[in-house]
């Protein structure tokens, strides 16, 4: 079954930097767009950002651009999330989540807490 | 950007009771391909989100046939036939025809009276 686990969450200080990473498994990583979305606490879901199967579309918000970096290994079927720059706005539980090339994010993992906070 | 508008935002339903969800848009959601991508999730106390509906009435797998979407253009809805306990959370819509960004409504809480 399709598996994904993300990691590398925690406490960071404002202006600090941090790298999540995502585990799939249950499904073959390589053929599949992937997405990072985030919901800060107590509020709703927002999407972060997405890379597609082969690195060839990497789309962001608009609030992350230039500070966060999304990337994937596909000989590690591992998804990451390198986040600079960080404020507190950006405290929030991370999700990774397939797309299925249908209509998009179907598989969610279980979310990686990220505290910016001095 | 396009902004997505559910409501209610909190919904007390009986058990065995029907809901149903209101979620506009603030632009079209039919695709030039024809499609219109518009998704519904839930998400229960303390879980990750789970898809329960794809391109407007599509039900995932595994998803019970009491939960039905519906609507089209800019607006659209969803309907759990008769609310179980399990039901309890909150739905969210996302459109994802328009993009970047991806955007979702602010999500409603349905809860048992």
């Known amino acids: 079954q399709v598996q994904l686990v993300e990691s590398g969450g925690g406490v960071v200080q404002p202006g600090g930097s941090l790298r999540l990473s995502c585990a799939a498994s249950?499904?073959?990583?390589?053929?599949?767009?992937m997405h990072w979305l985030r919901q800060a606490p107590g509020k709703g879901l927002e999407w972060v950002a997405f890379?597609?199967?082969?690195?060839?579309?990497?789309n962001y918000v608009d609030s992350v651009k230039g500070r966060f970096t999304i990337s994937r290994d596909n000989s590690k079927d591992t998804l990451y999330l390198q986040m600079n720059s960080l404020r507190g706005e950006d405290t929030a539980v991370y999700y990774c989540?397939?797309?299925?090339?249908?209509?998009?994010?179907?598989?969610w993992g279980q979310g990686t807490l990220v505290t910016v906070s001095s | 950007d396009v902004v997505m508008t559910q409501s209610p935002l909190s919904l007390p339903v009986t058990l065995g009771q029907p809901a149903s969800i209101s979620c506009r848009s603030s632009q079209s959601l039919v695709s030039s391909d024809g499609n219109t991508y518009l998704n519904w999730f839930q998400q229960r106390p303390g879980q990750s989100p789970r898809r329960l509906i794809y391109?407007?009435?599509n039900r995932d797998s595994g998803v019970p046939d009491r939960f039905s979407g519906s609507g089209s253009g800019t607006d659209f809805t969803l309907k759990i036939s008769r609310v179980e306990a399990e039901d309890v959370g909150v739905y969210y819509c996302m459109q994802v025809t328009h993009w970047p960004p991806r955007t979702f409504g602010q999500g409603t809480k349905v809860e048992i009276k």
């Open positions: 249950g499904f073959t990583f390589s053929r599949h767009g």
């Open positions: 391109k407007v009435s």
């Open positions: 890379m597609q199967h082969d690195g060839s579309r990497i």
């Open positions: 989540a397939r797309d299925d090339h249908v209509a998009g994010e179907d598989f």
